[in-house]
């Protein structure tokens, strides 16, 4: 399956730390997007990384691309509590997406 | 610009009955996907659309399908429901074509409860 896999499963952390997402995938990709979830509601757009582009920085979030491992890293610093949602990696052929069962990230206040 | 929009958004069904779920998308977006999520399996994608014409399609039973309309909105379908069908389906638009090369804006999604 090209399905992205997301590590840790759950995540719970003090505010103020910073929290590391991992995905990992099968395939070949031309890009690989992050997302987040809050609590049964739709996903919202984080980021997108192109295959050859290695790392990206968004405000406090920053990803990094190792196409050679066929995996990726989500780091949000200085977390806060409106942080706490589940975090989905979405690696992408161009064609389709392939999300995976995401991160469940808790932020402690 | 208003979101991608959903509707309706729960909904109640017993087993061996159809639904059908509608999504439309951000004013310009032509491209429209459909994914369930469920607690054990994720995001599984269903199918995309561009300009009606469907040009992905998942692993899913044919009880499952889809259409586009000319104005870019969309409507999915599931016959003779079964209790695994239960979930969240959540429709997602995009602006091109290949729809991997973008980020996709999704809609709030249809709770789908099958007794």
């Known amino acids: 399956s090209q399905q992205g896999e997301e590590d840790p499963q759950a995540l719970s952390i003090q505010e103020g730390e910073n929290a590391t997402m991992n995905c990992s995938y099968k395939?070949?990709?031309?890009?690989l997007q992050w997302y987040r979830q809050n609590s049964g509601r739709g996903l919202v757009h984080l980021i997108l990384i192109r295959s050859n582009e290695r790392e990206k920085h968004s405000g406090r979030l920053r990803v990094t691309l190792d196409t050679s491992k066929k995996s990726s890293s989500l780091l949000i610093t200085a977390s806060r509590a409106a942080d706490t949602a589940s975090y989905f990696c979405a690696p992408s052929t161009g064609n389709q997406f392939y999300f995976g069962t995401g991160t469940s990230l808790t932020v402690i206040p | 610009k208003a979101g991608v929009t959903q509707t309706p958004r729960y909904l109640i069904k017993t087993r061996g009955q159809q639904v059908t779920l509608s999504c439309s998308p951000i004013s310009g977006h032509r491209s429209v996907s459909w994914y369930q999520q469920t607690p054990g399996q994720g995001l599984q994608f269903l199918f995309e659309y561009f300009s009606e014409t469907q040009r992905n399609k998942g692993n899913f039973p044919g009880r499952f399908s889809g259409r586009q309309f000319s104005n870019s909105r969309s409507e999915m379908n599931v016959s003779t429901l079964e209790l695994g069908d239960s979930a969240l389906y959540l429709c997602a638009s995009s602006t091109r074509e290949n729809v991997g090369y973008n980020e996709q804006f999704f809609g709030p999604g249809t709770r789908l409860t099958v007794l």
């Open positions: 395939t070949s990709i031309n890009n």
